[in-house]
């Protein structure tokens, strides 16, 4: 028997066929990626990925345009041939191509599937979008949904919550985001890194807003970073690296990390303080707990026996706790992830109004049945990469209400915004002329952290 | 080693029916050894005895990419059978022509290696599907007999014109 080698497809029909399963089956796009990865050709990779994360940044924003040119809309079944005119009239909004390339490689897609009928229809959209370009761009410009290109439910949630600011949020949250490290301060420091960094030509500059963290000026491949296998920096937007400092752990701690993996934080804890007596790291998925292992052995090689692993629900301690109380607790909680959009923008099509509330009891319930686990006296901080309220500020209150031995500890971040409990850390906009504001304010994802001690 | 002649559809030879092996000497070991050859060189996941003239019921079948997972089986037989699944299949006796093929999904063999041991496998996926494709040559039976008439009138066409081409 002779193997067939898979076919390999078009950079555009990739694309097409990546973004509508992300669209249409609500599955995380760098699995999406993963999954088709073996059709597309490798050189075609970095094209497809960028291809992809235009798409979905301005979602919106092209389905306003495309739902103009159609007459009427697309079937149920044919969502493919939709994302296939999609990715078409992305491809001649921000492709780097002829327009006459761009039509006509999307218009050949139509060839190699079983839907030849819609070779017509999808070349006569593209060439609509492409004589009515200005009309259309304005129009969409012109709606808030398409102009933020974020879905109504959340734009509403975050005018409401952040009144004279959401226009700021929103544009930051279209933004490319830089490729942060966080230098491994075991290892060496930030400025001998830097060193290392210019050595290679890889121009980087301080992060000013935090101990360790470096901006680099372009996103490289991991495996090209200095001492990267060695351990010496870890991938990770500023506003994480907050976690360690504010935690603050100290010698002898026994400290708990709720929701641990990948483990970018649980590392950070132990390269701040190698000298803290045991880390426990849960999580409720096996499989990325081998992930915080395989960060063990990258980062923290010898320290192995600090650390204890448990592939279990944090919320249902009956199962995993020993009646040790910790000195520290990171909760990091699972959230709505509307802060890390500019990295994520798949989190606009996977995210639904419901699933906040869903949410909201998790976290209340991780929180409740954590605070047990705490000495008198220690010290919970509670995170998130969410912006919504309800999430954040308003959790915290109601669990403050009903716990009188808890209270929060104020503390302050150069970046935060106030609230009456914590600090919610937003999205930053750099609008591109503004070089001091760069240096100034750094550039961080969106983050809310909010430290609770036990009286 | 030598590489062997692999038969070409429609050879009529194709359509031998092969005989048990019973004596397994050391002929037997050189025509595995010859068949891997043949087969890695071509290349191919599976070789039927069938399709090299040899009309006895002996496989080969590697199906892993760093072809270091040979597998030799001998007087195969399917003892357990379930599910169903079709992949797009492809034949060293018919090259450049694939087309899906139903069949099971799962199944249990019973076999022989070329010392005559007796081993079982179960096997699913692309191996299922390999073993079931090259049992099929032990019967005299190829994979575009599942087809339509007029598909594989097509395939017989295409196939005579690139050898024209080729000569």
């Known amino acids: 028997m002779q193997k067939q080698k898979t076919k390999k497809v078009s950079a555009i029909a990739a694309t097409a066929t990546i973004v509508n399963n992300v669209v249409t089956n609500k599955k995380p796009l760098p699995d999406c990626i993963a999954e088709y990865q073996q059709k597309i050709n490798s050189e075609d990779l970095p094209k497809v990925q960028a291809y992809c994360y235009n798409i979905l940044r301005r979602y919106e924003f092209y389905q306003f345009i495309l739902d103009s040119l159609l007459d009427k809309p697309l079937k149920n079944k044919d969502q493919d041939i939709y994302h296939l005119v999609l990715s078409g009239v992305m491809l001649l909004n921000e492709g780097n191509l002829p327009a006459h390339a761009a039509i006509n490689e999307t218009v050949n897609v139509t060839r190699k599937t079983k839907k030849i009928w819609a070779k017509n229809l999808v070349n006569a959209l593209l060439r609509r979008y492409q004589r009515d370009q200005s009309n259309l761009h304005s129009a969409a410009d012109n709606n808030p949904v398409s102009h933020y290109c974020c879905p109504e439910w959340l734009l509403k949630k975050i005018q409401h919550a952040y009144p004279g600011m959401w226009q700021t949020i929103l544009k930051a949250s279209l933004q490319h985001p830089p490729m942060t490290l966080r230098v491994n301060q075991r290892m060496n420091s930030r400025e001998d890194y830097l060193n290392l960094l210019r050595e290679r030509k890889l121009p980087a500059q301080a992060c000013p807003l935090t101990r360790h963290g470096i901006l680099l000026e372009q996103a490289v491949n991991v495996e090209k970073l200095p001492l990267f296998a060695k351990g010496a920096v870890s991938v990770q937007d500023s506003a994480a690296q907050y976690c360690a400092e504010l935690l603050n752990p100290q010698a002898g701690d026994h400290i708990l990390d709720a929701c641990a993996a990948p483990g970018g934080k649980t590392l950070h804890l132990i390269e701040s303080c190698p000298d803290l007596a045991q880390l426990t790291a849960i999580d409720i998925s096996a499989k990325r707990l081998a992930k915080v292992q395989q960060n063990i052995l990258r980062l923290a090689p010898g320290l192995q026996n600090k650390f204890v692993l448990m592939a279990a629900n944090a919320a249902d301690t009956q199962n995993w706790w020993n009646g040790k109380q910790f000195d520290r607790i990171l909760l990091d909680a699972p959230c709505s992830a509307t802060g890390i959009i500019r990295r994520h923008p798949d989190i606009k099509r996977l995210r639904k109004i419901s699933d906040i509330d869903t949410l909201r009891v998790t976290q209340q319930q991780l929180l409740d049945q954590l605070w047990p686990t705490l000495k008198n006296g220690g010290i919970l901080l509670y995170a998130t990469c969410s912006i919504i309220p309800e999430e954040n500020e308003q959790q915290i209150k109601a669990f403050l209400t009903s716990h009188n031995d808890a209270q929060s500890v104020d503390f302050d971040v150069s970046c935060g915004h106030p609230c009456e409990y914590g600090q919610q850390l937003l999205p930053t906009y750099q609008s591109s002329d503004d070089q001091t504001d760069k240096k100034n304010r750094g550039n961080s994802d969106g983050f809310y952290y909010c430290l609770l001690q036990k009286k | ?167």
């Not at chain 2, 191919?44 to 597998?71: F, Y």
């Not at chain 2, 799962?106 to 010392?115: M, P, S, V, Y």
């Not at chain 2, 007796?118 to 699913?124: I, Q, R, T």
């Not at chain 2, 049992?135 to 005299?140: K, R, S, V």
């Open chain 2, 1 to 167: 080693m030598a590489l062997l002649n692999i038969l070409n559809f429609p050879d009529p030879r194709l359509r031998t029916r092969a005989k048990q092996v019973t004596d397994f000497n050391h002929k037997i070991s050189e025509l595995t050894d010859n068949m891997f050859a043949t087969m890695y060189a071509a290349p191919g996941i599976g070789l039927a005895a069938t399709q090299v003239n040899v009309h006895q019921r002996i496989i080969t079948i590697d199906i892993s990419e760093e072809k270091n997972q040979p597998l030799v089986v001998i007087n195969p037989i399917i003892v357990e059978k379930e599910g169903e699944q079709a992949i797009d299949e492809g034949c060293l006796s018919l090259p450049g022509i694939y087309e899906p093929v139903k069949r099971y999904d799962k199944i249990h063999l019973k076999a022989q290696d070329k010392h005559g041991e007796f081993y079982e496998l179960d096997a699913e996926g692309l191996l299922s599907v390999c073993i079931q494709h090259e049992i099929d040559h032990l019967e005299g039976k190829l994979f575009v007999d599942y087809l339509s008439e007029m598909k594989r009138n097509r395939i017989r066409k295409k196939l005579a014109k690139a050898l024209k081409e080729q000569q």
